[in-house]
């Protein structure tokens, strides 16, 4: 029950039904507690986890469900880690989906903090960045993005960070156009091997067709010992990955299941998701040369990282 343990420490045993933990926060004139992280290689020892938490996780769920309002937008306080400081997280009803006819919250990719523009699963990011990979100022960091507000977040940290974006406007590869984006296609990156010590990407590799070629150009461009800190859509259910969509003959895209868009900084239309991923995509990588490949598990109400339990991966070469 460490959701419940968590809420107890904070107001000093005695509980009290959420929402809002700034008044609690403010009392105590501090951060909240560091983040809980823990680390998961194989689905046999993530089920045994899940086993044991199921109570925990329907007392995370009814906590979030209290914190759910009514109205088209609701804010939900919390201590946004990127800004060090308190925040009111804004959510909609944006990215909800149905489970057994019931519309869900899309948790991940809501709660934005209204000063540094970044939703849940961001924040968790620059969170898991600090704590896991750790990098200094002066390292050489790679992002598999550069028009977003959390490139431009990491930019003022990390002046050695180098950003792209796959353009499709006839800029060539490892070229900028005339906004400044750098042109970078995963699969065939212009970077020379062992280029650089990180390499960032969220929710980037759903979107590729041939994500083991990305995988594998990953590898050779970060240093020995490098870390790639990475977030997919993922289904911790499953063993394989579910392909959606693929590349068929003379170029043509098949769609093996409903196509399924998400949301594109550039276009409109959104970008085909290709696949999600299963347990398989741990072994995928270990097979084009990472060393080490772990789910990174995390939940807290006080940094507003909500969505029952929240995954990112990191794997290092
Ligand atoms: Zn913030």
New binding site residues.
């Given amino acids: 029950m460490r959701v419940i343990n968590i809420v107890r420490n904070l107001i000093g045993g005695n509980y009290r039904p959420l929402p809002g933990v700034d008044s609690i926060l403010r009392s105590r004139g501090a951060a909240p507690s560091p983040l809980f992280i823990e680390r998961f290689t194989n689905q046999t020892d993530f089920q045994n986890h899940r086993a044991q938490t199921n109570e925990e996780l329907a007392a995370r769920r009814q906590c979030e469900g209290e914190l759910i309002s009514s109205e088209p937008q609701f804010k939900t306080s919390g201590f946004?880690f990127?800004?060090q400081r308190l925040?009111k997280f804004v959510s909609s009803w944006a990215f909800a989906y149905p489970v057994h006819g019931h519309l869900q919250m899309n948790w991940r990719e809501q709660l934005l903090?209204p000063?540094?523009r970044?939703n849940n699963r961001m924040?968790a990011s620059v969170h898991l960045l600090a704590e896991v990979v750790a990098p200094t100022r002066k390292s050489p960091i790679y992002a598999t993005e550069q028009s977003t507000p959390l490139y431009r977040y990491l930019q003022k940290r990390f002046p050695r960070l180098v950003g792209s974006e796959y353009l499709e406007d006839g800029t060539g590869l490892g070229q900028t156009n005339s906004a400044g984006l750098r042109n970078e296609d995963l699969t065939k990156l212009s970077f020379p091997d062992a280029y650089c010590g990180v390499i960032l990407t969220f929710d980037v590799m759903e979107h590729i067709a041939n994500y083991p070629a990305a995988f594998a150009e990953c590898v050779r461009v970060l240093k020995p010992g490098g870390k790639m800190l990475f977030s997919v859509p993922f289904d911790a259910a499953l063993a394989r990955n579910q392909v959606r969509a693929r590349i068929g003959r003379e170029g043509r895209i098949e769609h093996l299941l409903a196509p399924e868009y998400h949301a594109h900084p550039r276009n409109p239309k959104g970008s085909l998701c290709f696949q999600r991923f299963g347990w398989e995509m741990f072994e995928q990588l270990r097979q084009t040369g990472f060393r080490n490949v772990w789910a990174l598990c995390y939940y807290s109400l006080d940094y507003g990282y909500l969505g029952g339990e929240q995954l990112q991966f990191l794997a290092e070469k």
């Fill in positions: 946004c990127a800004c925040s903090c000063n540094c970044l924040r």
